[in-house]
């Protein structure tokens, strides 16, 4: 178990919706991390957030958008949502926002756009 | 622009032999390396942490090797099990608030 809680798990939904993806970092971590993982793609990062704040982006649509809230969850938002946007999302957490710590995953929110 | 590959072919070795996994990386001076594990529909799980100026970092059955003029890390596993069956992410970051990128992963099968 690393710590990380992703809701929801799983999520169907339509074209043009919108919906909004939780995670809770590990107890500790202030820096928390978005990436997108596609079976053509990979694993890709799209944001990162330290303590409430917007530390690094990625390539993240305009579509998209994210917060951290001073209890340092985060919630990632997408809308107007297309059939491409079907993907694991990943959360990531770590303890400073640099690459000297390695980050905990969550098990991630399987999207789902029919 | 940055990029980073990894064996482009899944792994299939015997159970006990060394599997030995390559990351190469154009295009970018990368401070630190990660090598991380997924396992199917679950997150990747860290495993090693390796500095630009460290040549080689061990933990248990895992070694990772760090060569900043080929720019290239091996990873190995000695002793290989089935349990270590899996996919693994090499993963760049740069000096200070750069965006982390992870390799597009190997996936190893571990045939007993």
């Known amino acids: 178990d690393s710590g990380v809680t992703q809701t929801p798990k799983h999520l169907i939904t339509a074209t043009g919706q919108r919906v909004t993806l939780r995670c809770s970092p590990r107890s500790g971590d202030l820096s928390v991390y978005w990436y997108q993982q596609s079976l053509d793609q990979g694993l890709q990062f799209l944001i990162q957030y330290y303590n409430g704040e917007e530390r690094a982006k990625g390539n993240i649509l305009e579509r998209f958008s994210a917060q951290q809230f001073p209890d340092l969850h985060s919630e990632l938002n997408l809308s107007s949502l297309e059939l491409g946007d079907s993907a694991l999302y990943f959360c990531?957490?770590?303890?400073?926002?640099?690459?000297?710590?390695?980050?905990?995953f969550g098990d991630g929110t399987r999207l789902s756009i029919l | 622009s940055q990029k980073i590959e990894q064996n482009s072919e899944a792994l299939n070795i015997q159970e006990g032999k060394t599997a030995t996994l390559t990351c190469n990386y154009t295009n970018y001076s990368p401070a630190y390396l990660q090598w991380y594990r997924q396992d199917p529909g679950r997150g990747p799980v860290f495993l090693l942490l390796?500095?630009?100026?460290?040549k080689e970092k061990r933990k248990e059955r895992l070694k990772v090797t760090f060569d900043t003029t080929l720019k290239q890390s091996l990873f190995h596993i000695t002793a290989s099990q089935p349990a270590d069956s899996a996919t693994y992410l090499c993963?760049?970051?740069?000096?200070?608030?750069?965006?982390?990128?992870f390799g597009p992963g190997t996936s190893l099968s571990v045939i007993p």
């Open positions: 990531a957490s770590s303890v400073d926002p640099n690459g000297n710590q390695p980050q905990h």
């Open positions: 390796i500095r630009e100026n460290e």
């Open positions: 993963a760049l970051e740069g000096t200070s608030y750069d965006k982390v990128i």
